[in-house]
């Protein structure tokens, strides 16, 4: 054979040689390594208990299916491999199978990590000589699957209040935690768990559990998390750094989020357990909230802290759930937003009616535009407290209801509204029920709708009745009143009624008294002055009853004077002749003695009320009947 065909087959060789080389890089360096517990041990770093035989390293797609119990426990350099699964996706295992990282040992996974067939992966320390030493599982990249199938309860963790902290971190893109009871938790002093993609579109889905307990810490920072229906996420027992924390660009929430409970040692004092989310859009068609303590007269200082540019709490256009936010058992609830959207949602502060709490507030910081809208609530009871403050920028469209009232056990319950960049502008309800004191520091414009005070209503600014109903029994308003329009119903049926500031009607507004008999009707106590610009006065004489001639009532008080008077004086029977002495504010009948309207003819009050009342769609099925 000559040179050159010597030299072009030896050539050739080493081609062949070099691009089999290349081809076992790229398709036979990755294995599989499958657990069988063979060496008896239970191991990661024993050989024998692997299939092939070898301990797993950077390129191996660990493989655990049989529900083994697999232990890494060496202090030394991190293992690397290439992914992890554990069990199947089409099966539960009672017995479930494990991977515990301890004794301050590193575990680092390259790729995809799936726990599924109830089985565990666990991050935790131990005590012994390692325990300055964090235990480590960590994740760079892929997807991070926690469950799959009906029964599964598959669970990854790190620390143990038993067993001391631990650490987790992944940096998957995509996170799915299954909705048959799997969970992501960090748990035990010190414990973190760090779900924390570097991917801008990075996801997670929670239809299971995922959460922080017993003075451990969890941070989400996937780009969208999505709570969903059969999702829980909650923190317990956290303190000063600890909680859940969760944050990036869009939370939706249709399950539960809540903070509850101090650990035992801790309760009773000051220090709160932390949930906070921090995203530009909150979503919520399911339910925040933070208390629900399991000791009585504890105050168990739990805190739900939301910073969000929008936050919608609103209802789900396909289940027709509602958003709620709910702060009880003496705990605390904060919304600080640009943008708040309560339409069919609640917001709520209440201490129970069993009289064991107290301290829960609801602050709603809110410096563009909060509306809350039709079928939207924003309440307080049982003595706690709810706050909303428009920084000076804020404002604030009620159609829903706004409702402070029900003292039960505690002091008087309080709703104060503040900082308002304008006047709040009601045209559906705000009530200040018996033992509810709600404050608006600012003006107040109804245009339609109801204002109902039973306890105490204070306006620092003017309120503005150009529409709709004001009234309530034995309540007190302060505040400078100007009347444009509307029924103003001071007493109802009948009762007295307080003005603390100054009454003006004009020709628009309609002043209604109820009367029962000579000695039985509305008053309005009014501590300045009342002025008359030729407005209505409607007289609603009740239970059938007549006045004879002569008779008088005193329906007005004014601690500055009268000036004015009305334009006219109507009501519901016939034949009257009604006198109004301005320098007294009696009403006096005179002339021949009345009848009652046949029930053919229009009675004036009940078309003047339902006119006002339904100004405002909310209350078309709520008129009020004598």
């Known amino acids: 054979m000559s040179y050159r065909n010597v030299r072009h087959h030896v050539s050739t060789a080493v081609v062949e040689l070099l691009l089999m080389a290349v081809t076992c890089v790229d398709v036979c360096y990755a294995q599989t390594s499958t657990w069988t517990g063979g060496a008896g041990d239970g191991q990661f770093t024993t050989a024998g208990n692997w299939s092939p035989g070898g301990v797993p390293g950077a390129s191996s797609n660990v493989v655990n299916s049989i529900g083994g119990r697999i232990v890494l426990g060496v202090n030394s ?8 699964s554990t069990g199947t996706t089409n099966t539960v295992n009672p017995s479930y199978g494990s991977l515990t990282v301890n004794n301050g040992a590193q575990l680092d996974v390259a790729g995809n990590v799936s726990v599924l067939s109830s089985d565990q992966i666990a991050a935790v320390g131990t005590n012994n000589q390692f325990t300055s030493v964090a235990s480590q599982f960590i994740q760079q990249a892929g997807i991070l699957t926690v469950g799959s199938v009906p029964g599964d309860s598959a669970r990854i963790y790190a620390g143990s209040d038993s067993t001391g902290s631990g650490s987790l971190v992944s940096n998957a893109g995509t996170i799915n935690i299954a909705d048959y009871g799997s969970s992501i938790y960090s748990d035990g002093t010190g414990s973190t768990v760090n779900l924390d993609p570097t991917n801008s579109t990075s996801t997670l889905v929670n239809n299971g ?8 810490t969890l941070n989400v ?4 998390v999505t709570n969903e229906a ?5 923190a317990a027992g956290d303190y000063l750094d600890g909680g859940t924390f969760i944050t990036g660009t869009t939370f939706n929430n249709a399950g539960e989020v809540y903070s509850t409970g101090n650990a035992p040692s801790l309760q009773g004092t000051n220090v709160p357990t932390i949930l ?25 200082n739990a805190t739900v802290s939301i910073v969000a540019t929008n936050f919608n709490n609103v209802v789900d256009a396909k289940t027709g759930s ?20 309560n339409t069919s949602g609640s917001i709520e502060a209440s201490n129970g009616a069993t009289g064991y709490y107290s301290g829960s507030t609801v602050n709603l910081n809110v410096a563009g535009n909060l509306t809350n809208g039709r079928g939207g609530n924003i309440d307080s009871y049982y003595g706690a407290q709810v706050t909303i403050d428009g920084g000076g920028t804020g404002s604030l469209a009620n159609v829903g209801s706004i409702i402070s009232g029900d003292a039960g056990y505690h002091s008087n319950s309080s709703l104060t509204i503040q900082n308002l960049v304008g006047a709040l502008t009601n045209t559906g309800t705000v009530e200040a029920l018996n033992g509810g004191d709600l404050q608006i520091t600012g003006d107040l414009t109804q245009n339609a709708g109801l204002t109902k005070v039973d306890g105490n209503l204070t306006v620092t600014g003017t309120f503005m009745l150009d529409g709709g109903v004001l009234n309530g029994q034995h309540g007190t308003l302060t505040t400078t009143l ?4 509307g029924v103003y119903n001071p007493g109802e049926d009948p009762e007295s009624f307080d003005l603390v500031g100054s009454y003006t009607q004009d020709i628009g507004g309609i002043l209604q008294m109820d009367i029962a008999s000579t000695n039985s009707f509305d008053t309005l106590n009014v501590s300045q002055n009342v002025i008359l610009r030729g407005g209505t006065l409607n007289l609603d004489f009740l239970n059938g009853y007549v006045p004879t001639g002569g008779t008088s009532w005193q329906f007005i008080t004014a601690g500055t004077g009268i000036t004015g008077t009305f334009g006219k004086i109507t009501s519901n029977i016939a034949g009257d002749d009604f006198l109004f002495n301005p320098n007294t504010g009696v009403v006096s009948l005179g002339g021949a003695p009345p009848v009652p309207e046949s029930s053919s003819a229009a009675c004036l009050v009940s078309l003047l009320i339902a006119t006002a009342l339904l100004a405002s769609p909310r209350l078309r099925l709520s008129i009020p009947s004598k």
Do not use: E, H, K, M
């Open 77 to 84: 350099s991190p293992f690397q491999i290439a992914s992890l």
């Open 209 to 216: 559990n995922l959460y922080s307990q017993n003075l451990s």
């Open 221 to 224: 920072d996937s780009s969208t």
């Open 230 to 234: 059969g999702g829980c996420i909650w």
């Open 276 to 300: 906070s989310i921090n995203s530009t859009t909150v979503n919520n068609t399911g339910y925040i909230f933070s208390g629900n303590g399991t000791s009585t007269q504890v105050n168990d």
């Open 322 to 341: 509602s958003g709620s936010l709910f702060a009880g058992d003496g705990a605390r609830l904060t919304v600080r937003t640009n943008n708040l959207d």
């Open 482 to 485: 100007v009347q444009s329009g």
